[in-house]
């Protein structure tokens, strides 16, 4: 069965540091997401992206992050400045139509020194 | 505004005896509703989804949900536990206004299983 693929799965950097983690979606696809979960809290919703645009964003998506589809397989979730905050694991997930369920990664576990 | 209430943080259950976790919504509009389940150290899995149609929804190992709009409940059963579904289970609303694009999660409800 086709799967969201997420690397690295574990990403270490220093605070203040730009730091991008990657997906690679489901090859047919439309729609993408990106979801983080800080320990011991609620997954949320971070954004989600059509047509190589943002089609919605929560308030925690501020201008230190940016998503990108490269080319026709990834897509990036970038920070530019981390804070010790950014700590979490954040989830790739894709669907192929806006009202189908969505399809999600492993995780990458973001640390923050 | 929408979310969901998950009733439980633990559910202890022996081998072989029903599961029952439960989740109520609070949707202002015609809501999706999906029950997913985290492995240690995996991804989010689908077990299954409700989306206006039959309102009692099957899913994969032998998991079901009952949508019920008077109790605004979703509540995910099992007969008959399994030490492989030891893991967290999490309830989810969309809402069609939004393209259901906007996953919003509950707290989340770990199920330990014992032999």
């Known amino acids: 069965e086709p799967e969201v693929t997420q690397t690295p799965s574990h990403q270490v950097t220093q605070m203040g540091q730009e730091v991008i983690l990657r997906c690679v979606p489901i090859s047919n696809h439309l729609y993408f997401y990106w979801y983080r979960q800080i320990l011991g809290q609620k997954v949320e919703f971070l954004v989600s992206?059509?047509?190589?645009?943002?089609?919605?964003k929560s308030e925690i998506f501020d201008d230190q992050f940016s998503v990108e589809r490269p080319d026709g397989s990834n897509f990036t979730l970038k920070i530019r400045s981390t804070k010790l905050e950014d700590s979490a694991m954040y989830f790739c997930?894709?669907?192929?139509?806006?009202?189908?369920?969505?399809?999600f990664g492993d995780g990458t576990r973001l640390s923050i020194l | 505004a929408q979310s969901v209430t998950q009733l439980d943080s633990h559910v202890s259950v022996s081998e072989g005896t029903p599961v029952l976790l439960r989740c109520n919504y609070s949707?202002?509009?015609?809501?999706?509703l999906f029950w997913y389940v985290q492995h240690p150290n995996k991804g989010l899995q689908l077990l299954l989804k409700?989306?206006?149609?039959?309102?009692l929804v099957k899913g994969i190992n032998g998991f079901e949900a009952e949508f019920k709009k008077s109790e605004t409940s979703f509540h995910l059963t099992k007969p008959s536990a399994h030490m492989s579904d030891a893991a967290e289970y999490f309830c989810v609303v969309s809402r069609k206004d939004t393209g259901f694009q906007k996953l919003v999660f509950g707290t989340g409800t770990r199920l330990l299983v014992s032999p």
């Open positions: 997930a894709s669907s192929d139509r806006e009202n189908q369920p969505q399809h």
């Open positions: 949707s202002s509009y015609s809501p999706s």
């Open positions: 409700y989306t206006s149609a039959a309102t």
């Open positions: 992206f059509y047509n190589n645009e943002i089609s919605e």
